[in-house]
Structures are given as structure tokens and as C-alpha cells.
């Protein structure tokens, strides 16, 4: 009697692979972005919870790795191609599950892009993985907001990098 056949497992999803939404293309930094992407990295209202402007050293190893590089997604608005932030995705970054970071430039605050970009690649995230987890800065109401609308849930809070953290999650399904 022949052997039952393999099941074949589920295709594993590219948490690189470009990614559309309504009004957002989400997809690897490239070249031309840099400019946009170095405004992240040195905008004191972006860095106010993320421990502040980064350093002009550290600047230029970033711009140095960030192009191409797995898991970064900028955020592109699809009517003209303007760059508005990043989303990044590191899978078993904190204790094995996957997580999901993001900035925004202040001008694109209030526009509802996190909550777009944010939610297609934590949609996309749970396709494959069991979980997702985000962080933030305890004193960082806006970003906490918009993870409890996506359906993140407050998991754990502690002080890490001298500062409160709260940490949500998301499980699949």
C-alpha cells in the first residue's frame, strides 16, 4: 500500500515583499529615500520617544544598511510617491515572535497612514506567524493608540533603554 502523500506545507509570506493599500505602497528603501529616511532617523518630534536624534555616525552606518535591507518597508503615499515613514518587521526579535516597529514624518501624522500601513504588514505578519508584537514608550499615547485599534492588547510593561515600555501582541486568529 503506497505511502499517504506529504501535505504541502502553507507558503511561507515574504514580510519583505511590497505591500498596497488604498492610498500606500509599503515596500524595501531604496536609494531615493534616504533623504526622507535620515529625516526619521534626526527629527526630534520622531525620535521624542525613541531615544532621541540618532548620532551622525550612526546616521551613516544606517544609510549604509538600510537600502534593500530585509524586513524595512517604506512607506510610499501611491498618488505621488512621497516617502511618509518606515515600517519595519523583525521576525523572532523579541523572544522568538515577530515584531513590528514604525515612524512616521510629523507632517503625515494624523492622516490615518500608520494605522494603514501598520495594519496591512500586521495582517501580513500573521499570515505566517502565530504572533506579532509591538513596542513603545509608555508616555507614547498616540503610538499606544494606534496599536490598541489595530487589536493589539497591553502585555506586559517593564523599563528597558532607561525609559517605561508597554509591550502589546496580536495572536493569529
Known sequence: MPAPPTPTPPPVVDPAAPLATDRLLLRPVRRGDLAAVTRLW??????????????????????SRIVGAPGCHAVVRAEDGVVLGLVTVEPGARNGETEVSYQFLPEHWG?????????????????????????????NHRSRRLLEALGLEHVESFVEWDAHQVLYRLRRG
Request: proline share 8%; glycine share 10%.
Open 111 to 139: 492622516n490615518g497612514y500608520a494605522r494603514e500601513a501598520v495594519g496591512a504588514v500586521v495582517g501580513r505578519v500573521l499570515e505566517d506567524a502565530p504572533s506579532v508584537v509591538a513596542l513603545t514608550q509608555e508616555a
Open 42 to 63: 534626526t527629527d526630534p518630534e520622531v525620535r521624542h520617544h525613541l531615544g532621541g536624534p540618532v548620532t551622525e555616525p550612526v546616521i551613516r552606518i544606517r544609510q
